[in-house]
């Protein structure tokens, strides 16, 4: 977290995230539109959970954006989600029960209010501040924040969709997150990703990073 907050607004950077989290949308309501209600209890890529519980936690998360958002607009800091972990596990466990049209509906129109607020943020409330589920948070970072989400969950759905399908862009600019956490997790002066990882295409570099590929020669990077 950046101590002065003002300065993590950049309008370019936030509309460029925009950007992508909404094309990102758009390829994800593509894929499950025609989604049954067995296909949303098949299983996903992620322990425990089904499709339907990825794609009610994605509706669920969009929610939670603009809850943090209309808050920053007031002027307020609020709690990424009321009941803070154990209310979001409780939504998404009710909500992965819906009958698939609700429940795609229910990710459509979500998605779509998220679009609306982004549009309507005044420059000087992404300056804000809330309280996401793994701690404080820049206002002005929620769309890539969101933009991530919607990328890896996609993965997750087993669907198709691959990190060979994740925008070179979102790659790029997730690379550079990702490897600076990596680095802060090692001793100092070994603060290199692993040469195998290096040698690995970038997209394939970044789903181990983000736990979703694997890299012959190396263990989990551990990070997610």
Do not use: C, K
Not at 104 to 129: C, F
Not at 170 to 189: F, I, N, S, T
């Amino acid at each position: 977290m950046t101590s002065d907050p003002a300065a993590a607004v950049d309008p370019a950077a936030i509309r460029r995230d925009v950007d992508g989290a909404t094309a990102a949308h758009r390829r994800l309501l593509d894929t499950v539109s025609g989604l049954g209600d067995d296909d949303l209890r098949r299983p996903s890529a992620l322990p425990d959970w089904t499709v339907g519980h990825v794609l009610a936690h994605l509706a669920r998360n969009a929610d939670s954006h603009v809850r943090l958002l209309d808050a920053g607009t007031r002027g307020e800091v609020a709690e990424q989600y009321e009941g803070g972990a154990a209310g979001r596990a409780a939504e998404i466990e009710r909500d992965a029960a819906l009958a698939a049209d609700v429940l795609v509906a229910d990710l459509r129109e979500t998605a779509d209010a998220l679009e609306r607020r982004w549009a309507t943020m005044p420059t000087e409330a992404w300056a804000g501040m809330g309280n996401s589920v793994a701690g404080a948070v820049v206002l002005a970072d929620l769309p890539f924040r969101r933009w991530r989400e919607t990328e890896l969950h996609h993965t997750d759905l087993g669907l198709g969709h691959s990190p060979d399908h994740w925008p070179a862009l979102y790659v790029r600019l997730e690379l550079v997150r990702m490897e600076r956490q990596w680095a802060a997790r090692r001793p100092m002066g070994l603060t290199l990703l692993p040469p195998e990882a290096l040698a690995a295409p970038p997209a394939q570099r970044l789903a181990w990073l983000v736990g979703r590929g694997e890299i012959d020669g190396l263990a989990p990077a551990g990070i997610f």
